[in-house]
């Protein structure tokens, strides 16, 4: 899942207009941030393997660290430990615990069956959507609506960076996914884990788009 978790970074906001943009899409998408940085590290492993499931030519080797059901749990734990420590908001801190714990939980939807219980556990989990292209793209896509027309809900542009930096993001996530979708595989490990280091672009887009826009009540 990609979009999908950026859209639960946008629908976020309704339920707690006091955080940052920038700082839901941290915590939704924030076992993907931290993934390429274990990659690069070489405490994870991930191979390209066209065909592993119809959607991606990824094989989740090993990724533990990142990506099973403990250390999702104790990152979701820690982020919204330093969120309450620093920004004093316990609704805030709830809301960033569970995005990124709602991370798993999507990925568990879309992977087939490889993110483990906890480090060195032989139970995996994968209900593997993923395995339908057309079914994995019809609850990305309507999730990422429902996330875009919840934020927009939720907040009103200031000026022209919160209304066209805003769309501008919206739409080039959606390009990244399909050139993710329908372009060639990536041409070895070290550059899809750079590539995706990338993704903390998104970030700091949606911070400074977010600093342009105001909460609505309601
Ligand atoms: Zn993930």
Do not use: C
């Not at 939704?28 to 690069?40: C, E, N, R, S, V």
């Not at 119809?54 to 330093?82: G, I, N, R």
């Not at 070895?188 to 105001?214: G, I, K, M, P, S």
Request: hydrophobic letters at 55%; proline letters at 6%; a positive charge.
């Amino acid at each position: 899942m990609f979009i999908g978790h950026y859209a639960v970074g946008l629908a976020a906001k309704k339920a707690a207009p006091q955080v940052s943009l920038g700082t839901l899409f941290i915590a939704a998408q924030f076992l993907d941030l931290l993934w390429p940085i274990f990659l690069l590290l070489g405490l994870e492993r991930v191979e390209i393997a066209p065909g592993n499931t119809a959607f991606t030519p990824l094989a989740f080797v090993y990724y533990p660290f990142t990506h099973s059901l403990v250390a999702a749990l104790a990152w979701a734990t820690l982020f919204a430990f330093l969120y309450l420590t620093t920004r004093r908001s316990s609704r805030g801190a709830i809301l960033v615990w569970v995005a990124v714990v709602s991370h798993w939980v999507l990925d568990a939807l879309t992977h087939r069956p490889d993110l483990p219980l906890y480090p060195g556990s032989e139970t995996l989990f994968g209900f593997g959507l993923w395995n339908s292209v057309a079914g994995t793209l019809i609850v990305e896509a309507i999730l990422y609506a429902l996330g875009v027309v919840l934020y927009r809900k939720a907040t009103r542009a200031l000026d022209r960076i919160g209304s066209y930096g805003f769309w501008a993001l919206i739409i080039v996530l959606a390009l990244i996914y399909a050139a993710n979708v329908f372009g060639p595989p990536p041409p070895n490990v070290r550059v899809l884990a750079v590539v995706a280091l990338f993704q903390w672009l998104f970030v700091f887009w949606a911070y400074w788009v977010d600093r342009h826009r105001e909460s609505v009540a309601g």
